[in-house]
């Protein structure tokens, strides 16, 4: 019975061949096609992860030259303000120094060989203060000028005719600047 089911099915057996090869043509079409677009979908899913992965990297590689380019001028500024003030821990030494000197030069003395001594000082005294000058080190010019907090440190005030308040009356030591920088204020007297 079989037999003539497949008979009534198909009379001819060629043409039944034919139907069955072109049905596994399609059936190895759709396989072949299936293969071939599940083959473009994992390679469309690796250029996916290949374009994250190509991102994430050029994002490190910016957020990294980023970095060094900050830490580059950082340095570099460090640098310039080492350079600008290499002298300060030197200057602030020496003004004591200074200071010494500038006392025992107001000091009056009547001996003619004592004099020649104290030529001698000043010219040290002058030859410091310029080497010091071609540093940067400069004085505060305090003296008859406006109180200025930044540069001035007030030690006393004192009511002073014909002199309005807040004006420096009197330097009780001198203030030095290193450029842009108070090395040492000021001590003044400043009137009321």
């Not at 992965?53 to 980023?66: C, G, I, M, P, R």
């Not at 014909?162 to 330097?171: A, F, L, M, R, T």
């Not at 009780?172 to 007297?189: F, N, P, W």
Request: aromatic share 6%; glycine share 4%; hydrophobic share 35%.
């Amino acid at each position: 019975m079989s037999e003539v089911k497949e008979e009534m099915e198909c009379p001819q057996e060629e043409t039944c061949e034919a139907t069955e090869t072109e049905e596994n043509n399609q059936d190895s079409k759709q396989r072949k096609k299936f293969g071939k677009n599940k083959k473009i979908e994992e390679l469309e899913e690796e250029v996916a992860k290949l374009k994250e992965e190509l991102t994430a990297s050029q994002n490190a590689y910016f957020k990294a030259y980023a970095d060094t380019e900050n830490l580059k001028k950082r340095l570099q500024s460090e640098a310039e303000l080492t350079r600008k003030y290499r002298i300060q821990s030197f200057a602030s030494e020496v003004l004591p120094v200074l200071d010494s000197l500038e006392r025992a030069l107001q000091v009056e003395v009547e001996d003619e060989g004592i004099k020649n001594f104290v030529k001698g000082f000043e010219m040290i005294y002058q030859q410091l203060v310029s080497t010091l000058e071609k540093e940067g080190v400069k004085e505060i010019e305090a003296l008859n000028k406006p109180f200025d907090g930044n540069v001035h440190q007030a030690l006393m005030q004192e009511a002073k005719e014909g002199v309005e308040s807040g004006i420096v009356i009197e330097v009780l030591q001198k203030g030095y600047m290193l450029k842009d920088r108070v090395l040492r204020a000021s001590l003044v007297k400043v009137s009321e």
